[in-house]
RNA sequence: GACCCCGUCGUCUAGCCUGGUCCAGGACAAGAGCUUUUCAAGCUCUCGGCACGGGUUCAAAUCCCGUCGGGGUCACCA
């Protein structure tokens, strides 16, 4: 049975790059019918977080990434320093003493060729030459990662490690550990790197934000997942939008490619958009909602919910973000609306009183206040006047929004009320 | 620097293994247009690439070699 891991360290948030290797694996557990084993590498007592571990299970739970088991290094001491003595007693380690008589475990690398086979990248060759005689375990008592990475590896039955290419200098060193220990050797994969929009590893200017970030920020989990499977791999038939599920189906560790990707956050809006506007609106509400109290948008359990759906139709074609919803819609909560000088200049710069008046008349003396009422009243309106709708649809939408860009005109008369919408084109209408 | 990995439009990719069907297909971005109402949605179109040089071959994005370029690793961090 397949048997994969993933390994996070508690010592910083989980990033898209740990987020996209997971996946790999997860993906790859579940495509071969095995189990994803989760493990937490916090041998490193001084910098290992209580709060990062929570954070990464969380993001791995967000994102749907579920474990069938999970281990913690730091309960396993007594099994390193165990293989350690094994190998000890063998000849194949050696003990250095430093001050303080304090002792570590080295391993003694003897040159020969080292060959590991990668299940994406073929047959790789390394002299150990290169490589020094290997602490196992440090002079504190813990183990170093190869030590513990290998032990664990080969204890817990993992049959495939995937893992970053950053690791493929790490896999000689782990060979020779393997070999030393009699352990038999699991397949390897190495995934390519997710590069920043400058090159080089992804850092906080180039785009390493945490997954839980992402969330802030209104992503859906499934787009974040989706733009992730398009990082080195591809459904093939120039599809672009994959869920989870039919991800698993076809899967295959091997059609991974080489190269290394360039995040961009342009995709993954798109992608992210894609998901928004086939999203149900309730959901959309659910998470929108706590967002505009912290706003002040809305009092907690003094709002009608229903409204905010429908709102949330209106803009969740053109969002990128949810979020985006907050700076959009902000006329809808918000009476003293900004109005966008730019965009005031543009329609607001002549003096539209008596149009604004007319169609202020024309909105009072309607019976029934509907979308399909107003537009109609105010295409009659034009035509009487002669001019065209887009003259006055402009203007009207910046004196009402504060902006040049949103959803129809009428659907925002509609949900601004009638009251509203005469305030605000009030404030245009001359007093003279 | 040493060792290792990689190199198809600006970006993500299909094609490469099993050479001809590829004067290289799709997506994002950009530009243009359409949408009796905007665009940040939708539709249409355009721009743009096999890093370079040598082989092998009737034929190369696909195979081989070299160059150049990018990245990674060289810790008692993981």
Redesign the pocket.
């Known amino acids: 049975m397949v048997r994969v891991r993933f ?3 508690p ?1 910083g948030s989980l990033h898209i790059g740990g987020a996209r290797t997971c996946l790999f694996n997860w993906l790859y557990a579940r495509a071969k019918k095995g189990r994803f084993v989760l493990r937490i ?4 007592k001084l ?2 977080k209580k709060e990062y571990l929570d954070e990464i299970l969380d993001s791995l739970n967000w994102l749907g990434l579920k474990w069938d088991e999970i281990y913690y ?1 730091g309960q396993r001491f007594a099994l390193y320093r165990e293989y350690a003595e094994k190998l000890l007693k063998s000849g194949a380690a050696y003990i ?3 001050e303080g008589n ?1 002792e ?1 475990v ?1 391993f003694k690398v003897n040159p020969q060729k080292i060959k590991i086979r ?1 299940l ?8 150990a030459e ?3 005689d ?2 196992l ?4 008592g ?5 030590f ?2 290998v032990v664990d590896d080969a204890t817990t039955d993992i049959t495939h490690v995937i893992r ?7 896999t000689p060193k782990q060979v020779l550990l393997y070999n030393a220990l009699g352990f038999a050797l699991p397949e390897f994969a ?1 995934l ?2 997710i ?1 920043g ?5 992804l850092s906080k200017r180039t785009g390493a934000t945490s997954i839980g970030d992402y969330r802030k920020m209104g992503y859906l989990a499934q787009a974040l997942v989706n733009y992730l499977l ?5 459904p ?5 939008i994959i869920g989870i599920d039919e991800a698993m189906q076809i899967f295959d560790i091997k ?1 991974v ?8 956050l ?2 993954l ?3 992210n ?2 998901y928004l ?1 086939k999203e149900n609106a309730q959901k959309l509400a659910d998470a929108v909602i706590p967002l505009l109290i912290e706003r002040q948008y809305i009092r907690e359990g003094d709002f009608d919910r229903n409204y905010i759906v429908a709102l949330l139709k209106l ?1 969740q ?4 973000r949810i979020n ?1 919803f907050l ?3 902000d006329f809808f909560f918000v009476e003293d609306v900004q109005i966008d000088p730019q965009a005031q200049k543009k329609h607001l710069g002549a003096d539209l009183s008596r149009e604004f008046r007319m169609f202020i008349n024309r909105l009072d003396g309607l019976k029934e206040f509907e979308l399909q009422t107003i ?1 109609t009243s105010f ?1 009659e309106m034009v035509k009487e006047l002669g001019i ?3 003259a006055l ?2 203007p009207i ?1 910046v004196a009402l ?1 504060g ?9 925002v008369i509609y949900y601004l009320g009638r009251e509203r919408t005469k305030q605000r084109l009030m404030r245009w209408v001359s007093s003279t």
């Open positions: 390994a996070p360290s010592t590498e916090d041998t490193d910098r290992s290094q250095e003493r430093s304090k570590a080295i990668d994406i990248r073929g047959d790789i060759e390394f002299e290169s490589i020094k290997q602490v375990i440090k002079s504190d813990t183990p170093t990662y190869n513990a990475c970053g290419d950053d690791h493929i200098s790490n190495h390519p790197l590069l929009s400058e090159g080089g590893r398009l990082l080195s791999w591809s093939g038939s120039n599809r672009e059609d490619n080489k190269t290394a990707a360039t995040f961009n342009d995709k809006n798109w992608v958009n894609q506007k803009f074609a053109r969002l990128a985006d700076d959009w819609a537009e295409r065209e709708a887009k649809i402009h939408r929004t902006k040049t860009v949103g959803p129809g005109l009428f659907e």
